[in-house]
């Protein structure tokens, strides 16, 4: 975790922030009850952390388990739940028994969610707990993500996303908060490293796992390993890219990542950037 200082915010921009924390508060109050859809990243965990400090019990921050999310992220669920006193719990999801998820179309995100979703608003409707909450927010409106259209289709709020958060703005809510996510890299789940069209299975998605936790002990914070095959893609942020020439850092990447099972380690020089599978692929936005 970096310890980089926030920008500046003009005074307009202090109260348009205030502003949308306050709209925040009052949707959560409103509701009474909620589950939020817990993932451990930034979003969530602000969203988590805000519930909980407006419902109090009444906030239900609930992580899936599944071999497709890293169990970094679940670890660092775990330690947000205990250190700010969540009402946390995990559910064990089966997006991975779905034919259409393991085929892995450009849609694979909507399986996942109509998963999860379906399962929380079973929890929901059984709890009595008004609503089911996702961390959207409103920078994600315009991008390529069908797992927002199973929350539309399923009835799942998103409470940033209405009171109009972007991502910078959900990363000073945070840091003020004294959330550790507040500068957390962006996370995905491990099937969004494998090519479209490829089959998603366990043994692909342990083996990216494995090997993008051998970077991180290498201390790279912004990796990722997308997976083709024999061959390990790296995207690196930019300013670790040089550091991963160097030759001692070098040779023990290539040989973490032969040891996990790769053939071939290449380092994409364009760097790490969200969606890079996305390329070549004509997607609309959902």
């Not at 199973?150 to 959330?179: F, H, N, Y």
Request: hydrophobic fraction near 40%; proline fraction near 5%.
């Amino acid at each position: 975790m970096t310890t980089t200082s926030a920008p500046a915010m003009t005074p307009a921009d202090e109260a348009r922030l205030l502003e949308k924390d306050a709209h925040l508060r009052r949707e959560l109050a409103g509701l009474g009850s909620v589950i939020v859809a817990f993932s451990g990243g930034t979003d969530s965990a602000y969203l988590a952390w805000a519930a909980t400090s407006v419902l109090g019990g009444a906030a239900h921050c609930i992580t899936a388990d599944s071999p497709s999310y890293p169990s970094r992220h679940r670890a660092i669920a775990e330690r947000l739940a205990g250190e700010y006193a969540l009402h946390h719990e995990f559910i064990v999801t089966g997006e991975m028994e779905k034919p259409e998820y393991r085929a892995n179309d450009p849609d694979r995100c909507y399986y996942c969610k109509q998963e999860l979703f379906t399962q929380l608003n079973a929890l929901a409707q059984a709890r009595g707990i008004a609503a089911v909450l996702d961390g959207a927010n409103a920078d994600d409106r315009g991008d390529y993500r069908p797992g927002r259209k199973a929350a539309r289709e399923l009835g799942v709020r998103s409470p940033l996303d209405d009171a109009g958060l972007t991502k910078a703005e959900i990363r000073e809510l945070s840091r003020r908060a004294g959330l550790p996510t507040w500068d957390e890299p962006a996370s995905a789940c491990l099937s969004s490293r494998i090519p479209y069209h490829s089959e998603v299975t366990a043994e692909k998605l342990a083996m990216i796992e494995r090997a993008e936790d051998a970077l991180l002990a290498l201390g790279f914070r912004v990796c990722r390993v997308r997976h083709h095959g024999e061959v390990a893609r790296v995207e690196l942020g930019p300013g670790e890219m040089a550091r991963a020439l160097e030759p001692a850092t070098r040779d023990a990447i290539v040989g973490g990542l032969k040891a996990v099972g790769y053939r071939y380690i290449t380092l994409d020089l364009q760097g790490y950037r969200m969606g890079s599978l996305n390329e070549g692929v004509r997607l609309q936005p959902v």
